[in-house]
């Protein structure tokens, strides 16, 4: 079965730095990229970016580039979402989700990590 | 710059067809994908390639597409179908990917 377990809720104070996860199991992980998508309170879906884990290659959403970093472990079969100075705006859950391996789709979905910024 | 347009909200009555619409230009050129998000979970995936159904989804969900236009029905709608429903694709160099804005199902 295939599963992404992200890691658990954060609270964070403005201007700090978060590194937040989101491990694979039940399939090869190298194989298959993973995205990053944001939800603020109340809000729809945004997608942020993306990375193929075999070679780390990374697109971003303009609306993205430069705000976060994407990285992954493929050793461990983890992807990482970070920040290096949160703001209040960053106040959302945070979504990971496995791309399709030959369609522009999302089949898999990891529960989702609440990242709370407030001072 | 490239946007999918669903609207706001839908209401239908438990029996009726709910039918949610998603427009954008490059839909003729990428496949088109919905999904379901009950309050509180995580999306899940409803229809891809525009008309497939994955495993395990309700015959009651359909999907189609017309130029730049695509739709999800839902047929004999539930009290458990109230959800947030989101098209997605993509642009059309196949470079980044799209949400909807969502809609919001009432099941009155």
């Known amino acids: 079965e295939v599963q992404l377990v992200q890691s658990g809720a954060e609270v964070k104070k403005p201007g700090e730095s978060l590194k937040i996860s989101c491990k694979g199991s039940?399939?090869?992980?190298?194989?298959?990229?993973i995205g990053w998508v944001r939800q603020m309170p109340g809000k729809g879906l945004e997608w942020m970016g993306i990375?193929?884990?075999?070679?780390?290659?990374?697109t971003y959403s303009p609306s993205f580039q430069g705000q976060v970093a994407i990285s992954a472990d493929k050793s461990i079969s983890t992807a990482y979402l970070q920040w290096s100075s949160l703001q209040a705006s960053d106040t959302a859950i945070y979504y990971c989700a496995r791309r399709s391996l030959t369609l522009i789709f999302f089949d898999s979905w990891g529960q989702g990590t609440l990242v709370t910024v407030s001072s | 710059s490239y946007e999918l347009t669903q609207p706001p909200s839908v209401s239908v009555s438990p029996g009726q067809t709910a039918r949610i619409t998603c427009s954008g230009d490059a839909l003729p050129k990428q496949f088109a994908y919905w999904y379901q998000q009950r309050p509180g979970q995580a999306p899940v995936l409803l229809i891809y390639?525009?008309?497939e159904r994955p495993s395990g989804i309700p015959e009651r969900f359909s999907g189609s597409s017309s130029g730049t236009t695509v739709t999800l029905t839902i047929s004999g709608v539930q009290a458990e179908d109230e959800a947030d429903y989101y098209c997605?694709?993509?642009?059309?160099?196949?470079?980044?990917?799209?949400f909807g804005g969502g809609t919001k199902l009432t099941v009155l």
């Open positions: 990375i193929y884990p075999d070679d780390s290659d990374t």
């Open positions: 997605q694709s993509a642009d059309s160099s196949a470079t980044y990917v799209l």
């Open positions: 039940g399939y090869s992980f190298p194989s298959y990229s």
């Open positions: 390639k525009d008309t």
